[in-house]
């Protein structure tokens, strides 16, 4: 009963797993327009260098509670993580040495020409002068010394005021905010990297950065399986065999070494895993086993991508054991290669002993996942399956962009105007490319134009007054940027003075509207906005067709019946009630009901 794809044929088993809906959440489009309106709120006059966000502010109203709570925690991780990816990204690209663009070029020049000839001729010796090609365009494209390995990142990123200073103490709170500053920067990183996605947002994903393993480079000639030479595929594709086996099967299934610590903090579903080896009889849940084509049809992704690679038959015995020969033998190269830490359970990559980061020149594009992906095996996507066309399964090269701005700056250090860098993206004609073909999203852009970390609390009743007191302090003071407010925030709350105010969904009533618009613009500012996002119910969808509505309709009063019967005899019942308790209660506070409903002297019964 499920649905089926009309270009590949394949069914979907489970539902979601091929096809998803055409549609997206109010919290994506809240995620996506408030931090923009954010951005384009004036600075504080003085200090601003010194302030999350230069001090820029604004106010969020919720309906509900729940909503308050969870769109502040929400948009709070997004900064994060949309500032610590920024970072990320420009701090690598940092380190690069441009090569000229005519060189790259005529570099791609001579590939396509050594392609043809090879292609027409198949002469064997022109395989090793083409792979040494390839590596020199990526080395060069990557930029030489454009490699930064994770102990390095953690020292810089732990040293910036946002991850330093701010985040820690916006979750002073928690215990989150007792991590020390490096321990912070620790979790940031992992959050990002710990986990290979498959679709959501990553650096990854989006092309910006990949993860290189060093230890691989480490692998020769010499260390090619016998079967791996006769099907002549090269040193080159081995290693990005062994990287995908990295990537897609130990870290796509969370076979990582994450700090206890970090699991409740992470923001993400990180479960603890451990690989072992292919021929480990009982396996606990914990425990993945090292994958081989036991079946005919094997669902492991890994065996189907060397089936694919190679050429070789699913039903026929002998290709399946070249098959499990080859991954015999990439287990045996990761376990000696030092990649993998040894524990009692089984093993886990250590990523902060063996990552380094790399940008991102020449990726690929899944046919399946529509996401970018580093390397491939002979041009096949990672995401493999069993019934999947090669026209399916084959991937695109893709070019990703130079940034010529590093946070913010020209290549003299002199800061860039924001208009010159939306120009930038405006014209590139790599950026224009990859947004046609729908790899660059939104959040490239602000990855590209450098996210600013900005804090947001929650503000409702849900908080304790002295902490609702210390919030306001903070938003007054601009070093909390935004305040996700309930109904509590309309009236009788001094905050200074905002020139935005976002509504998360259309205000009940007029009056409602009217008191959390004019939050905006109170005091010495220029202009303010008011923005309110109507969502798919049908009060927000009366709202969106009559945006006229809280100016033209009339707000009336609320009015209460002196004639109900049973109002008066509520405010009666109180009435009579505060004055027995005033009476004969020595103190409201230590009240029970025993002693409201028991003669004196008598104790509940056990």
């Excluded at 928690?174 to 990553?202: I, W």
Aim: some cysteine; glycine content about 8%; hydrophobic content about 40%.
């Amino acid at each position: 009963g499920g649905l089926r794809c009309a270009r590949c044929g394949q069914w979907e088993k489970r539902e979601g797993e091929l096809f998803r809906p055409a549609r997206s959440s109010a919290a994506f489009h809240l995620l996506m327009s408030i931090p923009t309106l954010l951005e384009h709120t004036p600075p504080v006059d003085k200090g601003a260098a010194d302030l999350p966000f230069e001090g820029r502010r604004l106010i969020t109203f919720s309906d509900s509670r729940q909503g308050t709570a969870r769109f502040s925690l929400q948009a709070q991780l997004d900064a994060e993580r949309n500032y610590v990816r920024s970072w990320l990204y420009h701090q690598v690209s940092s380190s690069r040495h441009q090569t000229p663009p005519e060189t790259l070029e005529t570099l791609r020049r001579d590939i396509e020409q050594l392609e043809g000839v090879y292609a027409s001729s198949g002469i064997e010796a022109l395989k090793g002068v083409l792979e040494q090609k390839r590596r020199e365009l990526q080395a060069l494209s990557g930029g030489a010394g454009s490699s930064l390995a994770w102990s390095d990142v953690l020292q810089s990123l732990m040293d910036t005021r946002e991850v330093g200073t701010w985040l820690r103490e916006h979750w002073n709170h928690t215990q989150l905010g007792a991590l020390p500053a490096h321990e912070m920067a620790r979790l940031c990183v992992t959050r990002e990297f710990a986990r290979r996605p498959k679709r959501q947002t990553s650096l990854e994903t989006l092309g910006f950065i990949s993860l290189h393993y060093p230890a691989l480079d480490l692998i020769s000639e010499g260390h090619l399986p016998a079967a791996w030479r006769q099907h002549s595929l090269g040193l080159a594709e081995w290693r990005n065999f062994l990287k995908i086996a990295i990537d897609f099967t130990l870290r796509g299934n969370c076979a990582v070494l994450v700090p206890t610590e970090h699991a409740r903090w992470i923001g993400i579903e990180l479960p603890r895993r451990f690989i072992v080896g292919p021929d480990t009889a009982a396996i606990s849940g914990q425990q993945i086993r090292w994958p081989l084509a036991r079946t005919a049809r094997p669902r492991s992704r890994l065996p189907l991508l060397l089936y694919r690679a190679l050429g070789l038959n699913l039903d026929d015995a002998a290709d399946r054991a070249v098959v499990n020969g080859l991954l015999q033998e990439a287990w045996l190269q990761l376990l000696r290669s030092g990649l993998l830490t040894t524990e009692q359970d089984g093993h886990r990559l250590d990523l902060e002993r063996k990552v380094e980061f790399q940008t991102l020149r020449e990726g690929w594009l899944c046919p399946g996942t529509r996401r970018v992906v580093d390397v491939t095996l002979c041009g096949w996507t990672p995401y493999l399956t069993i019934d999947l066309p090669e026209g399916d399964a084959k991937c695109q090269r893709i070019t990703m962009p130079v940034p010529p701005y590093i946070f913010g700056r020209d290549v003299e250090g002199r800061p860039v105007s924001r208009k010159a860098l939306v120009e930038w993206l405006g014209s590139d004609e790599t950026v224009d490319t990859l947004r046609k073909a729908g790899i660059w999203s939104a959040y490239s852009d602000r990855i590209a134009l450098f996210s600013h970390y900005y804090r947001i609390s929650e503000h409702s009743a849900q908080q304790s007054s002295t902490r609702l007191r210390k919030l306001e302090e903070g938003f007054k003071g601009a070093r909390i940027n935004m305040l996700s407010c309930s109904t509590t925030m309309e009236m009788g709350v001094d905050i200074g003075g905002v020139s935005c105010v976002a509504m998360n969904n259309a205000p009940p009533s007029p009056a409602n509207y009217l008191q959390r618009a004019g939050r905006a613009g109170r005091r010495k500012e220029t202009a303010s906005l008011s923005f309110t996002l109507c969502q798919s119910v049908p009060h927000g969808e009366a709202v969106f067709a009559n945006p006229t509505w809280p100016f033209r309709t009339p707000i009336t009063l609320p009015q209460v019946s002196l004639q109900s019967r049973r109002i008066i005899q509520r405010h009666v019942n109180a009435l009579i009630l505060t004055r027995f308790l005033i009476n004969h209660a020595a103190d409201l506070t230590r009240l029970h009901s025993g002693w409201f409903f028991l003669p004196p002297g008598e104790d509940l019964p056990a």
